[in-house]
């Protein structure tokens, strides 16, 4: 089984500055999917950016990137230029390789609050 | 484009009242699923669906039923509610043997057991 590590329950941010938010994770697997998913106060659960672990280079979207570390199993969230708007929990999620016709899930941390100030 | 469709948004039961929560998607996706949110502890996947006529139970199943008679929907029963079922509940979905794309989730559903 699966396990996700979210080892920072809260954090805060200075708007404009870089904020980094850490993850670790278990799996035998070698081949699968991380993610980062935002959850604002509306409750959606937005996707923010993927990694998949036969990619060697980090995921980018905009000011959110990843640092991927395979074999520390690690994979943590940079948002630079923090804006009030990534004022919201972040979830880290695994995912393994063809994991829908196997029947497997997302296994997901237990979540970092982040707070931007102004 | 509507998506995944959660109804209630919020929803107060007496001990031992049942209630059904709904989720449809209008996206033809094999793959659906419930899970229950609580703080401290993620989400938990409750049951999941990969298609029309198959259900399997997830990492909590005790005290929910799913069914899944379309591809559209997959509606969460709780038989005889329990305020451990105090929740705040997601149904997502996705289409089958794409891990490349993303799973849709619904906007939740708030349930308080008093």
């Known amino acids: 089984a699966q396990t996700v590590t979210q080892s920072q329950p809260e954090m805060s941010v200075q708007e404009a500055e870089t904020v980094t938010l850490s993850c670790t994770y278990d799996?035998?697997?070698?081949?699968?999917?991380l993610f980062w998913y935002k959850q604002p106060p509306s409750r959606q659960m937005i996707l923010v950016i993927r990694q998949e672990a036969y990619k060697q280079q980090n995921a980018t979207e905009n000011r959110f990137s990843v640092n991927f570390q395979k074999a520390a199993k690690s994979f943590s969230l940079k948002i630079s230029d923090s804006q009030l708007g990534d004022t919201a929990m972040y979830f880290c999620a695994f995912m393994k390789h063809g994991w829908k016709s196997s029947g497997d899930k997302l296994t997901f941390g237990t979540g970092t609050r982040l707070a931007v100030r102004p | 484009n509507a998506g995944v469709t959660q109804t209630p948004k919020f929803q107060v039961l007496k001990t031992g009242q049942s209630m059904t929560l709904q989720c449809a998607q209008d996206m033809n996706h094999e793959y659906m699923s419930w899970y229950r949110q609580d703080p401290g502890m993620g989400l938990r996947l409750i049951h999941y669906?990969?298609?029309?006529?198959?259900?399997d139970q997830g990492e909590v199943p005790n005290g929910y039923n799913v069914s899944r008679s379309t591809t559209e929907d997959f509606p969460l029963r709780l038989l005889s509610a329990a305020p451990s079922q105090t929740s705040v509940y997601f149904c997502a979905s996705s289409p089958l043997g794409h891990p490349d794309t993303e799973a849709f989730f619904g906007q939740g559903t708030r349930l308080t057991v008093v």
């Open positions: 669906s990969v298609g029309a006529g198959i259900t």
């Open positions: 799996t035998s697997e070698n081949n699968y999917y």
